[in-house]
């Protein structure tokens, strides 16, 4: 008897579970932790590995503690005491972009992929971003409203939590906030100059929780987001909702798995995903009765366009040729200023969240401007705590460089007197800007690679010098003086490359057309019923906002359909 435990399992048939999400960020945390708790036995493939902000974070180390105070590592691009493993070069994991192009991708590799270390500016999308072609002809409309989003905007404000101020602004929705910090004596500052040139300033909106909620404990304003919490007073993906989800007792995660295809049956549904186990190379399979895809949004795009088959030959669920199609990023641009008012600042304890207290929403009329679509204004500065790299550029300032007593003095005159603002804006999805299969790259793992093409249209250009023109005069109406010149035309008025802003969108777009879209409205593959994509893949437009708020609202949405579809007995 001894004997036949080992072969029964070796023939035991594998495990079908019942749902196989691909990525563990925003999109796949969401969806995993909805459909665990509706009763669904889960399977999460997760191409890096462990890591929980509340066990692993360096959120306390003071930059002395290392010879390289912080400064940017290979593994650790942002600062060696940041939170996500990855960056914008992975080794063995190349992309390629076409000549006369230009196109950076942050990917993360690691569990809750970038929802470690993002920047947690949490916003709904308003009604009118949901219907961008109905108010200028540009673009195309959503297959849904905001009314179809809000009840799951509601419930990731309860679930997750975010602080802000219900402000009643038409296109920038309120929602369930606790209590905002206040504002910094710079963020004051702002505030005044903001007020005087009629620019709408109000308290951020970031997924920190200033009060305790669902056994979290409220934020004590270290200032350390990018380096995870070990509190879970913000929001990542790995202690919110995974580490619940894996409570259930339903979820089978494996890590360091890099899904390289979705296979299909004869039929033409979804079977399972293929994946490559990074600890030993081998190639495995994993069954399951329906598919989600979210593992980024490019990266999704990836995988259909690399999931082959006699039936689906371009891909899968590409009838319409449209995966990889209408990509875009937020557009950007950056200005900062010396504020003469904030040196020889009285010392004082400025600390906050990781990010500002207040911003910009879009305040303008497009019709009145010569771009379609709005920017929202970031605004830095202060007295954070020194790191590599402090106070760099100390030679701008009068009286313009020194040494020894001299240069120390400065420091200490100028230190917190240096504010910025970013604009992070609408593009407009173009025809030129796609990914694709590069057909002679392949990864260290065999996965032929993604190659883009990127293009800016004069929309824009043209946002991104209205960014400047705007940053510049704040600078101006805080009495400071800004350290560079106003950028020209051809410099493309400074317009930050494609993809480094980091909210790259589409690749899988929703639409009520099959011929012009990849999923419907559920974010259901229009091609293949029991395939879905739940990161920012279905995005059919940005918006003025950033998107992580509508990809964690639209997976819980789909998890909620897959559930009842489920029910229905038609998944
Ligand atoms: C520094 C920074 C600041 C940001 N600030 C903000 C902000 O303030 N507000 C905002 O809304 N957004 C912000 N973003 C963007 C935000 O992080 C993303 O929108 C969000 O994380 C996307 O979620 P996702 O689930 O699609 O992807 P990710 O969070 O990147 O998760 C994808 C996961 O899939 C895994 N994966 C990838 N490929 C595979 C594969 N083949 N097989 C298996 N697993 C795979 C990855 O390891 C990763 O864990 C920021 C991003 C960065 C980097
Ligand atoms: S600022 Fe608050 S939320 Fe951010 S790491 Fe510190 S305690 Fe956590």
Redesign the pocket.
């Known amino acids: 008897m001894q004997g036949t435990a080992p072969n029964a399992a070796r023939r035991a048939p594998a495990p079908v579970f019942d749902v196989c999400i691909?990525?563990?960020?925003?999109?796949?945390g969401m969806a995993a932790h909805a459909l665990t708790n509706a009763g669904a036995r889960v399977v999460m493939?997760?191409?890096?590995g462990e890591w929980y902000a509340s066990k692993n974070s360096k959120m306390l180390f003071p930059a002395y503690v290392s010879p390289k105070r912080g400064a940017s590592t290979k593994a650790r691009q942002?600062g060696e005491f940041d939170a996500?493993d990855g960056g914008w070069d992975i080794d063995g994991e190349p992309y390629t972009v076409a000549n006369g192009n230009q196109f950076r991708w942050?990917?993360?590799?690691?569990?809750?992929?970038?929802?470690n270390?993002?920047?947690?500016?949490?916003l709904r999308f308003g009604p009118d971003d949901f219907r961008g072609k109905t108010r200028d002809g540009l673009g195309d409309d959503w297959p849904i409203s905001y009314d179809d989003v809000a009840p799951y905007y509601d419930r990731i404000d309860r679930l997750i939590g975010l602080f802000g101020s219900n402000e009643g602004l038409r296109n920038h929705p309120d929602g369930i906030f606790q209590p905002p910090p206040k504002p910094r004596c710079y963020e004051l500052l702002v505030k005044k100059a903001s007020d005087r040139l009629n620019v709408t300033c109000i308290p951020a909106r970031l997924s920190i929780i200033t009060e305790k909620l669902n056994g979290r404990e409220g934020c004590h304003y270290c200032g350390q987001c990018n380096r995870g919490c070990t509190v879970k007073a913000n929001f990542s993906s790995p202690d919110v909702l995974i580490a619940p989800a894996l409570k259930t007792g339903r979820l089978r995660l494996i890590t360091n798995?890099?899904?390289?295809e979705v296979a299909v049956g004869p039929d033409g549904l979804a079977t399972g995903v293929y994946?490559v186990d990074k600890n030993t190379g081998e190639d495995r399979f994993v069954r399951a009765r329906v598919v989600v895809l979210?593992?980024?949004?490019l990266?999704s795009a990836r995988?259909l366009l690399n999931s082959k088959s006699p039936k689906f030959p371009q891909g899968l669920a590409n009838s319409s040729g449209t995966v990889g199609k209408y990509i875009t990023d937020t557009t950007g641009t950056d200005v900062g200023g010396f504020i003469p008012a904030m040196a020889d600042h009285v010392p004082h304890n400025e600390d906050g969240v990781g990010g500002m207290h207040v911003y910009m929403p879009w305040w303008l009329d497009n019709a009145k401007l010569d771009f379609p679509r709005g920017y929202h204004i970031e605004v830095w500065g202060g007295l954070s705590a020194p790191g590599a790299g402090f106070m760099g550029g100390i030679h701008r300032y009068p009286p313009g460089g020194g040494y020894g007593q001299q240069l120390k003095e400065d420091y200490r005159r100028y230190y917190g007197a240096t504010i910025g603002f970013s604009g992070r804006g609408e593009m407009i999805p173009n025809a030129d800007t796609y990914c694709e299969v590069d057909p002679n790259v392949v990864d260290r793992f065999g996965i032929p690679v993604l190659r883009f093409h990127w293009k800016w249209a004069d929309y824009e250009y043209n946002q991104v010098k209205h960014m400047q023109e705007t940053f510049r005069a704040l600078v101006a109406e805080m009495g400071g003086t800004v350290f560079s010149q106003m950028p020209t035309k051809a410099q493309g008025y400074n317009i930050a490359t494609g993809g480094t802003i980091?909210?790259e969108l589409g690749g899988a777009r929703m639409g009520a057309d099959a011929s012009t879209s990849v999923l419907n409205a559920n974010c259901q593959a229009h091609d293949c019923k029991n395939l879905f994509v739940t990161?920012?893949a279905p995005f059919v437009s940005q918006a003025d906002k950033?998107?992580?708020?509508t990809?964690l609202a639209l997976a819980w949405r789909s998890a909620d359909y897959i559930t009842a579809q489920r029910k229905a007995g038609a998944l």
């Open positions: 691909v990525g563990s960020g925003a999109g796949g493939l997760e191409a890096g942002f996500c942050w990917r993360a590799r690691m569990l809750g992929g970038r929802t270390h993002w920047g947690r500016i949490s798995a890099m899904a390289r994946y979210a593992a980024s949004a990266e995988i980091i909210h990161d920012g950033n998107p992580t708020w990809i």
